[in-house]
């Protein structure tokens, strides 16, 4: 069935330095691609989202590529802050159905 | 705050026994959606309501059952519980049925099951 693809599992970087999370999808379908911030606690937030006819989109330190050819789509995060910290989940969305990979727990190191 | 409850916040039962979650859509929402959350196990999506109707199902077990009400508020019920099923439980809901549209979360509902 189709599925989403998402690496790494866990991801540390130093603060200040850029932090990039990747994902691939099967669905050919597939339109639409958020992404949601979880901070520990509370439930997913979107943070950014990207539909296929767009290549890339920014929105300050966040920005987002897609790769539709290769099916994989991507969240860059620049000068990263403490209050990055959270796990991030990537999704793949068409009409009938949304399907999340299974997140990337970032850690923003002092 | 994403404008979507959840209730209760904590939940703690008994293997066998019987509980029901509830959820109450931002305001103008028509979709709801039910996702079980499990340590490393991601947001597994289990079954979508729309105006009433459901309209999508995940991997939902059977001992596991959804409505939507028509003041649009939702209630998962989740019978003869068994340990593997302690986990978060989240809703969400949209304004559209479909799956290219934005989903607002709530803050979920830690069931844990002794």
New interface residues.
């Given amino acids: 069935g189709e599925n989403v693809e998402q690496h790494p599992s866990t991801l540390s970087v130093q603060e200040g330095d850029s932090a990039v999370i990747k994902c691939t999808y099967s669905d050919s379908a597939s339109n639409y691609f958020p992404w949601y911030k979880q901070e520990l606690g509370k439930g997913p937030q979107l943070i950014i989202d990207i539909r296929s006819n767009v290549g890339e989109k920014k929105d300050q330190r966040i920005a987002v590529t897609l790769n539709k050819t290769a099916k994989h789509f991507s969240l860059h995060i620049t000068e990263t802050q403490p209050e990055d910290s959270a796990v991030y989940f990537c999704a793949a969305g068409r009409d009938d159905k949304i399907i999340f990979g299974k997140g990337t727990r970032l850690h923003i190191l002092p | 705050d ?1 404008g ?1 409850t959840q209730t209760p916040k904590h939940l703690i039962t008994a293997t066998g026994q019987r509980v029901t979650l509830r959820c109450s859509p931002r305001s103008g929402d028509l979709s709801v959606y039910w996702y079980q959350q499990s340590l ?4 597994q ?1 289990l079954i979508q309501y729309y105006n009433g109707e459901e309209r ?1 199902k995940g991997n939902i077990l059977e001992r596991f059952s959804a409505q939507q009400f028509p003041d649009l508020h939702s209630e998962l019920n989740l019978s003869s519980l068994e340990l593997g099923d302690s986990a978060l439980y ?1 809703c ?1 809901s949209s304004v559209q049925s ?11 509902t830690r069931l844990t099951v002794l």
């Fill in positions: 994403s979507v490393d196990q991601g947001l999506f999508a989240f969400a479909t799956g290219d549209n934005e989903q607002f979360f709530g803050p979920g």
